[in-house]
């Protein structure tokens, strides 16, 4: 069994899920497969911007809707057969009718709490469901919708939901034992439910998680991750033209990854694979012959090589100045947890020695919390105690190099930080080892693309050159 994702810039287009429809066929030739699928490309943020018309009062949120209502219908035209045209209709019309009450109801009280904020979200993904099932009944194939809900039960942490694996996980078995030879489910990503039966949604991106929690529970072949890109690169395409693919990564690169911001994968969509073994696919919707990325379990083998290069914009830096130098450690351990329980994640930590103070990047909407903890948590140290100064430095990128155990070359960081230099960068801090497989560092946003640059040409290419050449130009990879 094969779990097979698609995410919404692969269905944004009518050409594009016809495509996907001739992808999920071949597929269901070779293996039995799950198919998971995102909202169609764009809807999510419609949605999101219908909320917060209704909650200013602005009946523009009308219109948005209408615009929604009228692409879907658009699209079930020219995708779908008559004969499935009306099901596929009465279930649009159903999620229509609630989005249309859902906001309403937001615009009479001027409030959306974050379970309704929830409800609104997933409908997206109800919507693409329906579609692409009555799209693959229109090919010949045995397709049935399946609600996530019914599949991932979630806390209640709504817009960022927390799994209960060992309950999902029996739920999942549970549901597919006995699944039908032939028989494709088509499951809503990005969507669980609390144990009182509310929606929940896995955060952005969530409809990879998704898939990997269905191919870690069921035990699958692999999870294939279908997107607009070939595979995972050396560096974001849209910003290098000189990125190429790799030709296969490891968790452990993976999740790093995703840990400093790369939206091609959502930060936990590793979690489970680690857990189970099973491995995933990255793969390019729109040249479906190439192989993509294998993403695998982490290797025994003990070199270093850096593979990757990416950047976090829209970053600022906490500096805490301790007074006295052998308080430095305590401080750092005590913010540090102090953040993880508030669910702060730090994409940069240093403590620096020579000037006595702990560097803390993260992101720019976490700041003002991450602050608010800082004085309430260490007031007294701040009065009279141990902290003798708290600066912010605004407007920073972290760039990062990935790679397994990359961190334990004591001499990567330094050329690092050594090219940087050399290009009269001011670097704010440096990191190497915090994250396992990454090293960072924290400069100004203005000259994140020319750091890019660099690192990519004089230690990402240079490292990754053996390995790059496994992948030969039809997409496969050499034995």
């Known amino acids: 069994m094969r779990i097979v994702k698609f995410g919404g810039t692969s269905i944004s287009t009518v050409n594009r899920i016809k495509n996907v429809r001739k992808i999920i066929r071949n597929s269901a030739e070779k293996s039995q497969i799950i198919v998971v699928i995102s909202a169609l490309g764009g809807v999510t943020n419609q949605l999101i911007a219908s909320i917060e018309q209704a909650l200013r009062g602005d009946l523009e949120w009308q219109k948005t809707v209408g615009t929604l209502i009228k692409r879907h219908y658009d699209v079930l035209k020219e995708t779908i057969n008559f004969d499935f045209q009306e099901e596929a209709k009465i279930r649009l019309d159903y999620q229509f009718n609630l989005i249309e009450s859902f906001l309403k109801e937001v615009s009479q009280s001027k409030n959306c709490s974050p379970a309704l904020s929830d409800k609104i979200i997933s409908i997206g993904e109800y919507l693409s469901v329906s579609l692409m099932v009555a799209g693959l009944q229109t090919i010949g194939l045995k397709a049935i919708p399946i609600n996530a809900t019914e599949l991932i039960q979630t806390d209640d942490n709504y817009g960022e939901a927390r799994v209960d694996f060992p309950v999902s996980n029996k739920k999942i078995k549970n549901k597919f034992k006995d699944w039908g030879e032939g028989l494709i489910p088509v499951v809503t990503g990005f969507i669980g439910s609390t144990c009182e039966g509310n929606i929940t949604t896995l955060g952005r991106n969530g409809s990879d998680y998704t898939a990997t929690i269905l191919g870690a529970a069921l035990n699958a072949e692999q ?57 995933a696919v990255i793969k390019n919707t729109f040249q479906p012959e190439f192989t993509g990325t294998y993403v695998k379990p982490d290797s025994k083998d003990t070199t270093q090589t850096a593979k990757i290069v990416t950047s976090l914009p829209n970053t600022s830096m906490l500096s805490i100045e301790v007074k006295d130098p052998e308080t430095l450690p305590k401080v750092s351990e005590s913010l540090l947890n102090i953040f993880a329980q508030s669910e702060i994640l730090p994409l940069l930590v240093s403590n620096c020695s020579h000037s006595h103070s702990l560097n803390i990047v993260i992101r720019n909407q976490q700041m003002s919390k991450a602050l608010d903890l800082l004085y309430y948590e260490f007031k007294l140290e701040l009065d009279t105690g141990s902290i003798k100064k708290v600066k912010v430095e605004k407007d920073t990128s972290v760039v990062s190099i990935i790679g397994q155990n990359i961190h334990e070359n004591p001499t990567r960081p330094k050329k690092l930080i050594d090219l940087l230099k050399k290009q009269k960068m001011k670097i704010f801090a440096s990191s190497n080892g915090y994250f396992q497989h990454i090293s960072s560092v924290a400069i100004e946003t203005p000259r994140t693309l020319k750091a890019l640059s660099v690192l990519h040409k004089d230690i990402i290419l240079p490292e990754s050159e053996k390995e790059l050449n496994l992948l030969v130009k039809d997409g496969t990879i050499k034995q």
């Not at 290098?240 to 993976?254: M, N, R, Y």
């Not at 979690?271 to 491995?279: F, I």
Request: hydrophobic share 45%; glycine share 8%.
């Open 223 to 279: 999870v294939e991750i279908w997107s607009d890109t070939d595979g995972i690169l050396t560096a974001d395409p849209a910003i290098l033209t000189d990125a190429v693919s790799l030709p296969q990564i490891t968790f452990g690169e993976a999740e790093a990854l995703a840990q400093v911001g790369a939206g091609i994968l959502h930060p936990r969509t590793i979690e489970p694979l680690y857990r189970s073994g099973v491995p």
